[in-house]
Every structure is written in structure tokens, then in C-alpha cells.
């Protein structure tokens, strides 16, 4: 079974690792939200006209994800914004100019280029009609209202220059609940909650009739977009990324946005599209990849992910339990050892990969053999603990070695249970792959974490049905495998008196 | 050593002929020498060929008993011990399962270590008696010297059990 698997992976593994050996390529990132994607995609675009590869890793979860990911080389550029720069990277409050940034960044080796132009600050977000009704205009007046709902993005909420300075530059009493920020625009829509976060060029306020309360005591700072780099970054491509210096307005920015979220259109022709329309880049006609060869895709990463972390996990959880199991004390140490890992959020665990693993494949399959670990070896030594003793001493008594033991009696009379944790493990591994996207490493996550960033429904559907379907079809798949290898009188439980 | 087990101890993840054959083909006897030997014993033991392939669930209490004595004698080993084997059958089926033992003897003759709780048992099948109390040998002996000599009151009582029981 074991030989079967490892050439099952190898066909999985044989059309990525090919791609993957190309000469090296610039790796643009983003964040999870639209405008990072756009800026990224015209990034690359930029890129790609003056004759680069780029490597595209759109998509990663938040600020810290990037900037590690970027100071470890996995990356070469994302879009960074100055506040960002100073309050989340660089610990430090107030609105700096680029040049002092840069000034700090030096020691880090990292580099802003020009600003693209616009300010993408925070902004309170409120429906317009609500703010009518209300007499709600700025900050100020939000403050003393009191009685609203308020739900803000978890980075808003934890950022030194969101939610907790907010709180005390406008003596705010209420406390916020966290949310998504790609869900908080339905939920605010819907009269869930009354207020929430935005960014000041979020194509989406327009699409929704939010409007922005002003900041009347000047507490958000400057967040002007530019692309954050290594120092050692050649020339040539600095100069085909600062093209893009001083370009894009706070206007046409949400125009551009607005674009993407509302009127559906694909980051790579509203790219194309602005880029064309300013001279910079010849109008193509190249499309995103068609529905079906981007679900193929997705969905061989997805299984190249979870099966490579399955096989690692069989043949750790299995040696492991077969080690341990004849004592109980050392046995409850390592599954209480493989619980506590089971209870760290996945998303945490995918961002504690990074400063050790950094983005993309690896770490991915790290964390999920991590998870895969506790329900097949868990299984694996109550199954063995489980077996009826007078059989263990009839083994023992005809003369088996302890390794005959182990491969004609109790492994097949433990398979059943052990086959029962390696399902629920390829179950849970396919769903928390999903979340590696978050971390670039592919899979269909993707489509869910850029359809979360464009608040559209369609894109999730194309990650998450068949994320669903996968679960269900090796669910099958595994029930199958069990009636081939336990004979039916085995899976009753049924033992002679 | 050969060993059985009360309720036969017999693998339920394997077919009869597997749980018989096992040590054979582990210690690599050839394939004719484990099929002559397997017929042997099945016919020894009154067995069903039909159980050949059948798991031991499929069978009697009485019919796993005598796969599990064919298990024991596989190898053919010169001493046996035999762990209150026969204590979980019926009082017929235990008949049957005394004369095919007796027969057994008379075909193979090796020792046998059987240790049980049925006096009648032991008087039936032993050559040679010792009578353990709490973990102390009270009396040991031919048949013979023990029933018409018992060296206390314990063991005269244990005869006279027997008397009434079968």
C-alpha cells in the first residue's frame, strides 16, 4: 500500500517540481485584499513587458506574513504602505515621508521605492443612509453615539495604529467585535453591524453606498502605497517597478478597485486595461487561465500538499505508536504531545512556519503533517493496547519474535483502527489545506482567500465545492482501500469466544 | 513446545489453514511438507476440509479447539502444554474432543503438560498426576498411586468429587 502511495505522489509531485526548476524568476507577493492583488498584478505585468519571469504569490495572510517572507528572500517585492511600514514593521507612531522610512529600513536591508501616488488610509465606514439618520460625519460624532455595532477587520483590532489608538485618541466606549474583513461589507449590508473598517480606496464602499467618516483629529496616519524591496534587488528590475511611481491617484485607485469588486472584472485585465490607458504596457489580449485548467490545477497542488503531509504522517504516527505503545506513561506523553499541537489554530500554526520554513510548499506540509499526526497515532496505539491480550500471549507463547508479532498479528489485528485514523486524517488535512494559501502555498485555498479579498461568492464556491468533493471522494476512496485490506468479519468487531 | 489455550487463542484475521500453518511457513518449511502435515493433523482431529479457508468465527467452540491443538502439533514439537483447553466446550462436545486427544497420544507420543480443573478430565487423559493447591505441589504420582494412595484430605476429596460428577 505504502509503495502504491509513494508513486501516486510522484505523479502528483512531477508537473509542479518541473515548473518550479525554471531559472529564477522575480517573486512578486500580496496580501489578501483586492487593491494588493491589482497592485501586484500590474506589478508583474510591469515586469514580465521588460522581459522578467515572475513568480507569482498573490494572496499571503497580512502584513507580517509578507514582510517575513520578504526579509527571508522568498519573496522580492509587495506592495507596502508607509503607515504599515512604521507602525507594524518598524514599531513607531506618526505619519513619516518615505525618505525617513527608508532611513530605518536600511538597517533591515529593505527598501521602499517611489510612492504610486495615492493614500490608502484607514477609514470608519458607516451606510450612508445610517449616517443620514444618525447625523454622523466624522469621528467625533461616531464616538458619542455609543449604541452601534461596531465589527472590525482582526488586523484593525490588533494593530497599535487601529482599533486600540482609535479607542483612546477619540475616547470611544464600546467594544468591537472581530470579523473578516471580506465578509464585513455583507454583514454591514445586512444590518449585522453598523460600523466597521475600511481602506479609504476600497472600490467596495461605492458598491455598498458606505460612506467614510472623517478623521477629525488627524489620528490615522499616511499609508501611501509603494514597493517594498531588498536593497540587494538589481537594477534593472527596480526601474521596471518605480515605473509605476506616482501614477495611480486616490480616485483612480478605488475607479480601479471598483472595477475588480464590482463590476467583476479580472486583476490581470484591469491591470492590462490602467497600464495601457497611462502607456506604459501594450494592450494584450492574454486571459486569465480558463475556469477547468485553474481547478486542475488547484486541485493537484491540493492533493500534491495533503498526500505528501499523509504519507509523512502514516510513517511517523505508525513507528511512533508502534514504539511506544507497550508503555502507557511514555504513550500518554507523546498523544498528549500530538493533542497540543491539534489545538493550535491552524492559521497560527501556518504563520509559525514561516520564520522557520518560509512561505510556499514546505512549511505548508509541515503544518499539516503536524495536524495529521494525532488521529493516526492515536488510533495507532489504542489499537495495539486494544487487542485482545490472550492473542498477544498466544503469539508471544508459539513462538513469534516480537517482530513477527508485530507484522502477522498485531498490526493486521490493530489495521482496522489504524486505517480509521488515516482517514480522518486525509479528511481534516484536505479542509486545513485550504488555509495554506494563506501562506502561498497554492491549493484550492486559493480562489477561497482571493474570493474572500473580492467579497465574490463565485470564486469561494470554486475553492471550497471542491474542497468539499475531494474530502468526500477519499473518504470513498478510503473505505474502499478498508474492504480490500480487513476481511468484513474484522470490521464488526467479531472475535472468536 | 507446542501451546493451546482455552477457547483456542486462534487469530481471527487469518483462515484456519493460515492459523495452523503459520509457524511452519515462518520457520520455511516447503509448501508439500506443510500440506501433508496440515492433512495429517485435520484428519487426526475429525476436521471439516471445508474449514480449510473458513475464519475461526465460522466455527464451533469445539471445532476452534481442535484447529488450536493442530496449531499446537504443527511443528511437531516434543513437549506440549496445554492451558485448560478443553474447559469452555460443552460436556459432549469435551467427550469427542477426549477421545480425538486419546488418539492423538496414541499416534504422536510426546509429553503433554494439560493443566485443568475437571478431576474426571484428568483422569481420563494423565499418565502422571500433580496436584497443585494454592501454588504448592500436594501430591504427585501415576494414576494409580494417587487415587489409591491420596496423601491428605484435599486430594481424597478431589477423587471423591469425581466419583459423584461423571
Not at chain 1, 500580496?30 to 506589478?43: G, Q, R, T, V, W
Not at chain 1, 461589507?185 to 449585522?192: E, L, P
Request: overall charge negative; proline content about 4%; charged content about 20%.
Amino acid at each position: 500500500m505504502i509503495r502504491l502511495l509513494g508513486i501516486l505522489v510522484m505523479m502528483l509531485w512531477l508537473p509542479v517540481s518541473a515548473a518550479y526548476a525554471d531559472s529564477k524568476p522575480v517573486v512578486v507577493a500580496s496580501k489578501n485584499f483586492s487593491e494588493s492583488y491589482l497592485l501586484a498584478e500590474m506589478l508583474s505585468q510591469l515586469l514580465e513587458a521588460d522581459g522578467n519571469l515572475v513568480e507569482r504569490r498573490f494572496g499571503l495572510g497580512g502584513t507580517l506574513v509578507c514582510y517575513e517572507a520578504l526579509t527571508n528572500g522568498e519573496i522580492d517585492v509587495y506592495v507596502e504602505y508607509s503607515g504599515t511600514v512604521s507602525q507594524a514593521i518598524l514599531k513607531q507612531a506618526g505619519s513619516l515621508s518615505i525618505e525617513a522610512l527608508n532611513e530605518q529600513l536600511r538597517r533591515q536591508d529593505l527598501e521602499l521605492l517611489g510612492s504610486i501616488g495615492f493614500n490608502n488610509t484607514y477609514a470608519i465606514a458607516v451606510k450612508a443612509s445610517l449616517a443620514k439618520e444618525r447625523g454622523l460625519a466624522t469621528v467625533t460624532d461616531l464616538a458619542r453615539a455609543g449604541d452601534l455595532k461596531l465589527a472590525f477587520s482582526l488586523e484593525f483590532l490588533n494593530r497599535e495604529d487601529g482599533w486600540p489608538g482609535l479607542k483612546q485618541a477619540y475616547s470611544f466606549s464600546g467594544e468591537p467585535t472581530g470579523i473578516e474583513h471580506g465578509l464585513a461589507y455583507q454583514a454591514i449590508d445586512k444590518g449585522n453591524i453598523d460600523i466597521t473598517d475600511a481602506y479609504s480606496t476600497d472600490g467596495d464602499l461605492e458598491r455598498y453606498q458606505l460612506t467614510t467618516l472623517i478623521d477629525d483629529r488627524s489620528y490615522f496616519p499616511d499609508y501611501k502605497a509603494a514597493p517594498l524591496i531588498r536593497r540587494d534587488l538589481d537594477t534593472a528590475t527596480r526601474q521596471s517597478l518605480d515605473q509605476l511611481s506616482g501614477l495611480i491617484s486616490d480616485d483612480t485607485m478605488r475607479r480601479l478597485n471598483g472595477e475588480v469588486v464590482v463590476q467583476n472584472k479580472t486583476f490581470a485585465e484591469v491591470a492590462n486595461r490602467y497600464l495601457f490607458e497611462i502607456g506604459l504596457l501594450e494592450e494584450t489580449t492574454k486571459q486569465d487561465s480558463v475556469l477547468w485548467d485553474r481547478l486542475i490545477k488547484n486541485t493537484i497542488i491540493h492533493l500534491q500538499l495533503t498526500s505528501i503531509a499523509l504519507l509523512l504522517g502514516c510513517i511517523f504516527g505508525l513507528v511512533i505508536g508502534v514504539l511506544v505503545y507497550r508503555s502507557p506513561n511514555v504513550s500518554r506523553v507523546v498523544v498528549y504531545l500530538a493533542g497540543l499541537m491539534q489545538t493550535i489554530p491552524s492559521i497560527a500554526l501556518l504563520a509559525l512556519m514561516i520564520p522557520l520554513f518560509g512561505i510556499g510548499f514546505v512549511p505548508a506540509i509541515i503544518a499539516l503533517f503536524l495536524y495529521s499526526i494525532l488521529p493516526i497515532l492515536r488510533n495507532t496505539i489504542t489499537a495495539l493496547l486494544t487487542i485482545d491480550p490472550l492473542l498477544k500471549r498466544v503469539a508471544n507463547a508459539i513462538g513469534l519474535t516480537p517482530r513477527q508479532q508485530l507484522r502477522y498479528v498485531l498490526l493486521p489485528l490493530a489495521l482496522p483502527n489504524i486505517l480509521a485514523g488515516i482517514k480522518t486524517a486525509a479528511v481534516i488535512s484536505i479542509g486545513t489545506a485550504t488555509l495554506a494559501a494563506f501562506i502561498g502555498a497554492g491549493g484550492l485555498g486559493e480562489p477561497i482567500v482571493t474570493g474572500l479579498a473580492l467579497n465574490d461568492t463565485n470564486l469561494i464556491l470554486q475553492g471550497a465545492l471542491p474542497a468539499a468533493g475531494l474530502a468526500i471522494i477519499v473518504e470513498l476512496l478510503f473505505e474502499l482501500l478498508e474492504r480490500i485490506l480487513v476481511k468484513p468479519h474484522m470490521l464488526k468487531g467479531v472475535l472468536p469466544t | 513446545m507446542g501451546y493451546a489455550v482455552q477457547g483456542g487463542g486462534l487469530f481471527p484475521h487469518m483462515s484456519i489453514f493460515e492459523n495452523v500453518t503459520l509457524i511452519a511457513q515462518l520457520e520455511g518449511w516447503d509448501e508439500e511438507e506443510i500440506e501433508s502435515r496440515y492433512q495429517y493433523l485435520f484428519e487426526l482431529m475429525n476436521l471439516e476440509p471445508l474449514f480449510r479457508d473458513r475464519y475461526p468465527n465460522s466455527l464451533s467452540g469445539g471445532q476452534q479447539q481442535r484447529a488450536s491443538l493442530c496449531r499446537a502439533m504443527m511443528l511437531n514439537p516434543p513437549l506440549m502444554l496445554l492451558d485448560e483447553p478443553f474447559s469452555a466446550l460443552d460436556p459432549i462436545t469435551r467427550r469427542g474432543i477426549h477421545d480425538e486427544f486419546r488418539k492423538l497420544q496414541r499416534a504422536e507420543s510426546r509429553t503433554m503438560i494439560l493443566v485443568t480443573h475437571d478431576m474426571a478430565e484428568a483422569m481420563k487423559l494423565a499418565d502422571h498426576l500433580v496436584i497443585l493447591k494454592e501454588g504448592e505441589i500436594v501430591q504427585e504420582g501415576s494414576l494409580e498411586d494417587v487415587t489409591k494412595h491420596p496423601s491428605d484430605e484435599y486430594v481424597a476429596s478431589l477423587l471423591t468429587l469425581q466419583e459423584g460428577g461423571s
